[in-house]
Every structure is written in C-alpha cells, then in structure tokens.
C-alpha cells in the first residue's frame, strides 16, 4: 500500500503502473494505491497519478493566481501543509525526496521558474511552452514550488568559497531596473554567509529569486520567492538555504530552527553594515516580544498556520534565543556549535529537532544548556531585573540583583547578566552569574562610578528594567578576603566594613619582616588593594590591615 497526501478538493481519475491500472482510494485527503506486486527496500519504481480541479487556497496561498500591472501571475506557497493542495505528496516533516522534476505546460508568452536548475523551454504547437526543471538534492515538501508570469530573467553570479555560483532573478518587467540596482546586496550577502555558515548547499544548482505578488517572502529551495528586494528580507530568505532547507525543522513545534535563525541572521548582516542599527533594532524586537507577558517558542499548537508563524515567538523571540546563545557561548564557540550543526552528516540534507542543536552547541562551548532551554525555549515570558547598586571603595561597586517574571511557567531565569559602570568617559561592564533573586556582587571597577546599567548592549530579553543608586551602610566586623589564595598569579585584596576614611595595610614575611606598606583610602567601609607579589619567593606571608580602632591578620599562601 502506498499513501500520498492530496485534498479532496482534487478529483484523482486513475493512477497507473506503466500501463496497468491500480486500484485507490481518495479520502480524508489521502490517496490509498494498492501496488499490483510486492516492493521491495531498496527497488525503484514509479506510479502516475491522473488528477484534476481547481486547488483549494490554504495557508499563506498554498496555489494562487493574481495578477500585476494587468498581467496574470499563478505561483504556489505551500509552507506548512499546502502542498497537498495541489500535488500528490508526502506532506510531513519525516522524508525528503531526494530529487524532483517539475515540467509546467503553459501559453508561450510566459515563463516558468521552479527549484533547481533549468532543463529546457520547448515550444509545444504554436502557443505553448513545455518548460521543465530538475533538482538534485534531498527537498521537504513545502519547499517545492512553481510561478508563471512574463518574467523577465537577470543574470548574474557569486564567487564563494567553493566555486562560481550562477544567480538568477526571475522579476516583472515593470520592476527590472529595480532588481538591477539592488542585486548587488544579495550577491555580497551570499559570499557573507558562505563565509560564516560554510559553503552555499546547493553549490551544484545555482541560487535564485522570483517574484510574486505576496508583502513577504517564502525561502523555496535554491529559488526563494519574494515581494520586492527589501535587503531584510533578501537576505532572511538566502540564511533559510543553511536554515531550513540544508536542515529542516523535524516538527512544526521546532519552527524557530528555521525562522528563528533566519530573523537572527538576517538582522546580523544588518547590523554588520549599519552599526548605527544595532541597538535600536534590538530595543524594537525586544518591545515587540514583550508585549504581552506570555507564548513559548516552542509552538503549543501545530493545527495553528498564525501559532506556528507568530511573529512575536516563533521569529522574534526566537531570534532572541540566539542573540542570548551568542553572549552565553561566546562567538567561537557558538559559530562551531552551528557549523558542526549544520554539517552533521545525520542532520544535513534532513531534519533536525531543537534537541540536535543543544547537543552541538554543548560540545563546542563545554556548557550545559538543560536549563536555559527549558526556560527559554519550552518556557514563557521573560525576567524583569532591578539592580540597587553603591560605591564600594574608591575603585569598586557593590551591588544586588532582583528579577521577577512575566509569567509563573518560570519563576527565575538562571543567566549571565551584563552591568556596565560608567565614570565620564570610562566605562566596565562586569557579567555576574545570576542565580536567584536578591543575589550580592562585589566588583573592582578600577574607577569610582557614577551611574550603572543593565546589559547596556541588549544581548538579553528582559523589559522594565529599574537601576537605582543607593546608600552602603557599613554594617558588621571589619573583614579581609585574598583572592586567590594560595596565590597563582595576580592577586586582589577586599577590606569591607571598616571604620574611618583609611587604612594602613603591611604585607611580612614568615620572619616578622615587614616587606611593603601602604596607606589605603576606604569609600563606604570598603577598598580593593591590588598589591604585586610577583617577585617574593614561594612560602606564607601575613596581610596586616590596621587603623586607630581595628586590627586584622590575614595569611597568605603563595
């Protein structure tokens, strides 16, 4: 028995084993063929499905006609589940063909683009065209794709790390110029992210645009399809050849694999050229996200087209992920992670689940991820942080964190958080481990702050953020911490909590021998003391800090 997805709005006639007739069933939008023989693993062998009617429009416009400048235009987007609309198929996201010819018989003024490469234009009679299109790599479903209009083709092509990739734009003539202008950005971003995500995939073939009348964009294989040449949107559908269709998101509840990253990278490439951008557009994806308090990543509904698409979770907050991967991770490792990602001989040309990701990321960097994703991705909504910060010293901060959430799925967000002090024109932006609420920090800044914020460059997706300066009240005994002690390199030394404006700190030798003295000026109770050690021998020292009212001894190891 084999089984092909297509609606019922289709009428199947026959289907056919060379010239034998096979018995089917179409219902429930499948197609039920009983082979006339056993087939087995491994042997080739074909059927011919006879079909007719007018698809149904599912989706984002699973097969749609419209028109521009007066001229029609047909052209299919299938993603998630249109395909079957239109075409026998495995409709899933579990098996690739691993190849795909696309003949379209249609009146001669036209011209029909599809995946892969182009195999002839024939005329048929004196008003047709057979136009026909082969593909040679493994391709989902919803990637296949057609569109007949009077296009006007553009030529063009990229040098990247493996060779010269043809490019071709299939545009209306009304727009040409427009394309000619602006095709230079796609051709600079192909040798961009050839660079960063490793070879172009389908360096075989070519890659290419075609136009259609949808305000978006769909990243079909080798052929994305696109509105207009917005350098946003060019450029998140060219990061879908390596997200998306390289590796496929192996369930709809995975989408952000696809979108996620592509929003990401596309906004990558922006802030790359334009600097100026950055954080604006930061500040604008993060307002988005947070407004409303709620929605996981993870998308909780699949029957859902707008869930699985929700621009809020499943492309914003989703490229948020990633922006939170990179800071965690740091460039090196997290750039490794996703290139052993993307070329892992299991995942390649298939299909991947959030879990596969996690695994290569974990590797490159050495960190576990369990919980940042069982917060972040499975998780809803996002922290809050209040920072009460004081000077601590003449040259330090002391300071506690708070955080509250948006919503009850998680009650803290465990994350490395980014606080910058600033001086005039000096600056120190310190990462603290935060692990609960109300946690304390002690921080040499080097210089005596005046103001503090809360990751000043917007890696996280937090919102409402509040930083208030407040009073350091000495309280408790006087106390001395040497870190690292036994001391391995340069040392520093934390007085907190002693009276007066200064202290004289000693530094002797096991002999009672007094080998440096300074005096140190306390902000608050508190100094941070950096004394070079670098030239005294191995063996035990003693830390003397002193002033009119208190005395403390502290050993040192060195």
């Known amino acids: 028995m084999l089984v092909l997805d297509l609606s019922e709005a289709l009428t199947v006639d026959s289907v056919k084993n060379g010239n034998i007739q096979l018995a089917f069933t179409h219902t429930r939008d499948a197609v039920e063929i009983s082979m006339n023989r056993t087939v087995m693993a491994g042997e080739r062998d074909s059927v011919h499905i006879y079909y007719r009617g007018v698809p149904p429009n599912n989706g984002f416009g699973s097969f749609a006609q419209r028109f521009h400048s007066g001229v029609p ?7 998630p589940y249109g395909s079957m609309d239109w075409w026998p198929c495995k409709n899933g996201l579990n098996d690739k063909a691993d190849s795909i010819r696309v003949s379209i018989l249609h009146p001669s003024q036209y011209r029909a683009a599809s995946n892969g490469m182009l195999q002839f234009e024939t005329p048929v009679g004196t008003d047709q065209t057979l136009t026909q299109w082969k593909h040679r790599y493994p391709i989902a479903t919803y990637l296949v794709c057609f569109a007949i209009t009077n296009y006007t083709v553009l030529q063009h092509s990229a040098t990247l790390t493996n060779g010269v990739l043809p490019m071709y734009s299939y545009c209306y003539p009304e727009h040409v110029n427009f394309f000619i202008a602006e ?7 192909l040798v961009y992210y050839d660079r960063w995500f490793g070879p172009y995939p389908f360096m075989n073939e070519r890659y290419g645009h075609v136009q259609f009348s949808w305000s978006g964009g769909m990243e079909h294989q080798t052929m994305s399809f696109i509105g207009t040449l917005d350098e946003t949107l060019v ?31 596309s906004i990558y490439w922006m802030e790359e050229k334009y600097p100026l951008t950055r954080l604006p557009t930061r500040r604008a994806l993060i307002d988005n996200i947070t407004m409303e308090p709620g929605g996981s990543v993870k998308v909780d509904d699949t029957t859902s087209v707008s869930r699985i698409f929700s621009a809020r979770l499943s492309y914003y907050k989703g490229a948020y992920l990633v922006y939170m991967l990179r800071f ?57 942080y209040r920072l009460q910060w004081s000077k601590y010293g003449l040259t330090g901060a002391r300071f506690q964190l708070h955080q509250t959430t948006s919503h009850p799925s998680v009650s803290f967000y465990e994350m490395p958080v980014p606080i910058q002090f600033v001086s005039g024109n000096l600056r120190k932006t310190v990462v603290v481990d935060h692990r609960f609420s109300g946690q304390t920090f002690i921080e040499q800044i080097g210089f005596t702050p005046d103001s503090a914020f809360i990751d ?43 009276q007066g404006n200064q202290v004289r700190v000693s530094l002797f030798n096991n002999l009672g021998q007094r080998l440096m003295q300074r005096s140190v000026s306390l902000l608050n109770g508190a100094a941070f003391w950096q004394p070079n050690l670098n030239d005294l021998p191995g063996g035990v020292y003693y830390l003397e800090v002193f002033n009119a009212s208190e005395r403390q001894v502290h050993k040192i190891i060195k």
Not at 73 to 79: A, F, I, K, N, P
Not at 484 to 494: D, E, F, K, L
Request: one cysteine or more; charged letters at 15%; aromatic letters at 14%.
């Open 73 to 79: 235009v047909m052209w299919s987007l299938s993603e």
């Open 183 to 189: 095709i230079q950005e796609v051709l600079d971003q």
């Open 235 to 265: 450029a998140h559908e060219l990061v879908h050849q390596w997200f998306g269709n390289k590796v496929t998101c192996g369930s709809w509840e995975d989408i952000w694999l696809n979108e996620g990253f592509a929003t990401h990278f």
């Open 328 to 384: 965690m991770l740091g460039e090196e490792a997290f750039f490794t992670g996703l290139r052993n990602y993307l070329n892992d001989p299991a995942l390649a040309y298939g299909f991947a689940r959030t879990p596969q990701l996690v695994q290569h990321l974990e590797r490159a960097s050495g960190k576990n991820l369990t919980t940042f994703f069982r917060q972040w991705f499975e998780g809803e909504g996002y922290p809050t």
């Open 456 to 498: 000043p460059e917007l890696w996280l997706l937090s919102d409402d953020n509040v930083v208030e300066e407040v009073t350091y009240i000495v309280s408790g005994p006087p106390t001395v911490q040497v870190y690292p002690n036994p001391v391995t390199g340069p040392v520093q030394v934390v007085l907190q909590n002693f």
